[in-house]
């Protein structure tokens, strides 16, 4: 009976380290970090949108011209104080009056100025739904990368995004929604280098013809490894266009269970099928040299073939529980 609580005492000891552990590695990682508090103006009041643009439509007409066309503007009359008063472009530069009776700009917020956190905790007051609500451990949060990177607040929408939400990957490319600074993947290019060239290899997901958008696969706003997962596993976003490989299947590949970039490079490779390696080399990285016939035969077997001539179901098999197996 001792030993039994002796058991099950040193069980939970060693769950509790285990625990602690996670945790501070979670906190040196950046990942249980606090929510940024928005930058504000004290003693400043809010003045409303006309005292702005008394101004700022002679010093800054472009700019003023297209906010008048951007989704901020089209809200602005719905963003007002306890007071009435509407805030408009204060909603985001914070109450204009210390700004407005000096015209120092380090009197007013300028998202270019803050540090990400900052403009990013800007956003995120009204911004915070859906994948937003995890922005704080995304990987481009944790990466220093604020909103205003990749999206232009001013940024006036198109007659085609005024009339319909764009629905297709060329849409996408040429509309640019979300008053994305360039529209993808060339947004996405000025950052991730080496995934535009992975992209021009001769195995590639169709993103340079136009036939598919980086946030197809990716979820830029609130997700650790970017991959739209929604809180499950990197697969469901690859079966999402290849429901075929899976399954259930009676017989399993493991990789195809676990993690289908085991054996893929999503952005491109030199080998066919995304694939990383040749085979029979991909294969050997976890099974071993074989032979139906004998030991003595495994080499001559493999030379100069692929696995997949002998294992052709090589996702999964209801029929052979060696992937289809020919022998």
Known sequence: MRKNVLSIKGVILCASLILIFSFICACKSGVMRSKAPAPTIPGASYVGDETCLGCHEDANPDLMAAYKHSIHAAIADFETTPYGVQKGCEACHGPGSIHAEGGDPASIINLKKVTPDEASAICLKCHKSGALMKWQGSEHSLNGVSCIECHKIHQARSAIQRAKA???????????????????????????????????????????????????????????????????????????????????????????????????????????NLLKKTEPFLCLQCHHIHSPISSDESVKQVVGRKCSYCHPEIHGSNAAPHLGAKF
């Not at 697969?235 to 399954?247: E, K, L, S, V």
Request: aromatic share 6%.
């Open 166 to 272: 764009p629905s297709s990957a060329w849409e996408r490319k040429v509309v640019r929604p979300h008053a994305l600074i360039k529209a993808e993947p060339d947004l996405c290019y000025k950052c991730h280098k080496e995934i535009q060239t992975r992209l021009n290899y001769t195995s590639h997901h169709p993103v340079r013809e136009g036939k598919m958008v980086c946030s197809e696969c990716h979820e830029p706003h609130g997700s650790p490894r970017l991959i739209k997962t929604e809180g499950r596993t990197i697969n469901d976003a690859c079966f999402t266009c290849h429901p075929q490989y899976q399954g259930p299947f009676a017989y399993e590949h493991d990789p195809v269970v676990e993690d289908c970039t085991i054996c893929h490079e999503p952005h491109g490779t030199v080998v066919n």
